[in-house]
């Protein structure tokens, strides 16, 4: 809670958080603090029940209808993102190159399964971890910082989830390179990372038993050949190794 509430103090991404309605009656100040707490309890998955038993022993309790008021009525997705975009961006700009190294262009995405009840209109039974549930997928750069985080079903494309995070993460960071796991990556999607100018560098699975074999050369309609490699040789990847 104290790093929630210093990281509130230097880049105010509270700031961002405003009223659903048309009109806002509460005190700024007793705002900020909600809207902390209400953070707080709904990121480490307190709750805000407890949250608000927790801070009724002190003077400066707040009532759990006052932090469900605040939760309906101010925190939004759209505002969420742009919280998160404002700590990332000023986490990027103060760090110090001799400790961190140079900015990176290169990111990782992944995702999760979550449990959830399979009333929950995205939940899915997940065919590799067996069970109902969600996906959250991530996007993270090499220093440990999330840059982009979206749900999905588990039946969607992680190749899509891939591509949205590179294109919509609203920050000041700049993908140049993206890494995934076998899930992440297709044909179709190299084709559009190629056309969005970032490069796609999957972590094929099983890479060692892959073979990739060159198909014969083509004429074109002018009659010359296009350059190709020997049609009767086949590249083993992970091996290094060329039969013929």
């Not at 103090?9 to 309605?21: A, D, E, P, Q």
């Not at 949205?164 to 993206?178: A, D, F, S």
């Not at 049609?231 to 190794?241: Q, V």
């Amino acid at each position: 809670m104290d790093i929630l509430k210093e990281t509130d103090l230097r880049v105010g991404f509270t700031s961002h958080f405003s009223s659903m309605g048309d009109r806002e009656v509460i005190d700024r100040g007793i705002l900020q603090k909600r809207l902390l707490l209400c953070l707080y309890g709904l990121g480490t998955n307190t709750g805000l029940k407890r949250i608000s038993n927790a801070t009724s022993a002190t003077n400066a309790g707040e009532k759990y209808t006052d932090l469900r008021y605040v939760y309906q009525r101010y925190i939004h997705k759209d505002a969420l993102r742009h919280a998160i975009a404002t700590v990332v961006n000023d986490t990027l700009r103060i760090r110090q190159a001799h400790i961190w190294g140079e900015g990176t262009t290169a990111c990782a995405s992944d995702a999760r399964k979550f449990a959830a009840h399979d009333q929950n209109l995205l939940a899915e039974w997940h065919i590799r971890y067996h069970g109902p549930g969600v996906m959250i997928y991530w996007h993270v750069e090499r220093h440990s910082i999330c840059i982009y985080s979206q749900l999905k079903a588990p039946s969607s494309s992680e190749v899509a989830s891939m591509i949205e995070g590179v294109l919509r993460h609203c920050t000041e960071m700049e993908v140049e390179k993206n890494y995934v796991d076998s899930h992440g990556q297709s044909e179709v999607g190299f084709a559009f990372c190629r056309l969005l100018g970032f490069e796609l560098l999957p972590r094929l699975k099983a890479i060692g038993r892959q073979t990739a074999v060159v198909s014969p050369p083509k004429r074109c309609a002018c009659g010359l050949s296009q350059p190709s490699i020997d049609p009767h040789s086949a590249y083993r990847l992970g091996t290094y190794s060329t039969t013929l």
